[in-house]
């Protein structure tokens, strides 16, 4: 993800028949997350490149309550969830 010429994060993807997967994300810890929603910006180019290669499955890892560097995932639909 650049900002002009300032990178402020980047995603790890795995591309496979079927699906195009977030396998990790990081962003600058001198960006305000929270405002940008570098996540959420993310996930959205996921899925825009699944699209654009004709995949029919994007899988963004892990959403794990109470972790709020993860809430902005639970926010996508569908999604598979397990509880205790």
Same mark, same amino acid.
Do not use: M
């Given at each position: 993800?650049?900002?002009?010429?300032?990178?402020?994060?980047?995603? +790890?993807?795995?591309? &496979?028949?079927? &699906?195009?997967?977030?396998?990790?994300?990081?962003?600058?810890?001198?960006?305000?997350?929270?405002?940008?929603?570098?996540?959420?910006?993310? +996930?959205?180019?996921? +899925?825009?490149?699944?699209?654009?290669?004709?995949?029919?499955?994007?899988?963004?890892?892990?959403?794990?309550?109470?972790?709020?560097?993860?809430?902005?995932?639970?926010?996508?639909?569908?999604?598979?969830?397990?509880?205790?």
């Amino acid at each position: 993800v650049w900002d002009g010429e300032t990178l402020v994060g980047v995603a +790890i993807l795995e591309v &496979t028949p079927s &699906t195009v997967s977030g396998v990790y994300h990081f962003h600058d810890p001198a960006e305000s997350w929270r405002k940008r929603s570098l996540g959420t910006f993310t +996930i959205l180019q996921t +899925i825009t490149l699944a699209r654009h290669l004709g995949k029919p499955y994007a899988y963004f890892g892990y959403y794990v309550a109470g972790c709020g560097s993860l809430n902005y995932k639970a926010r996508f639909q569908p999604c598979e969830t397990q509880s205790e």
